[in-house]
């Protein structure tokens, strides 16, 4: 009979435990302003995302493929200014779809479509230029 009355203690004791545990509350009480790294990663996500990144947008350009990485799934462009995303020319690498990859080798000069997101984008369709 004692048998029972210790068990019973020994639950309850573990109930006690784990209502002491539950009653804590969380320790972290974030503040945005106090970490610096926070600030900075909110900059850096400020960088890559002005007010438009949220909306893709279909943009043209026109280039020189300088590199194919198929594995990848990219195709760096050697490409002419594209006003709609107030670029100037430069080189860069954008996803592109094997059969954009396919499409067209280095050293071609094409003719793109660019779905735009932020500043990353993937070029949609690719045509070298006649
Ligand atoms: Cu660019």
């Not at 974030?30 to 995302?49: I, L």
């Not at 050697?78 to 996803?95: L, N, Q, R, S």
């Not at 779809?97 to 071609?108: E, R, Y």
């Amino acid at each position: 009979m004692n048998y029972g009355r210790l068990t019973f203690a020994l639950g309850l004791a573990a109930l006690t435990v784990a209502c002491g545990k539950k009653a804590e509350p969380p320790v972290a009480v974030e503040t945005n302003k106090a970490e610096p790294a926070t600030a900075m990663s909110g900059n850096m996500a400020n960088m890559a995302m002005e007010p438009s990144a949220a909306t893709a947008i279909k943009v043209k350009g026109h280039g020189t493929v300088t590199a194919i990485d198929k594995s990848a799934g990219t195709i760096t462009l050697d490409h002419g200014a594209i006003p709609e995303a107030k670029w100037p020319a430069m080189t860069m690498a954008f996803k592109a779809a094997p059969a954009i990859t396919d499409a067209v080798k280095v050293g071609d000069k094409v003719d793109f479509d660019l779905m735009l997101t932020g500043n990353a984008g993937e070029v949609t369709a690719i045509q070298k230029q006649p």
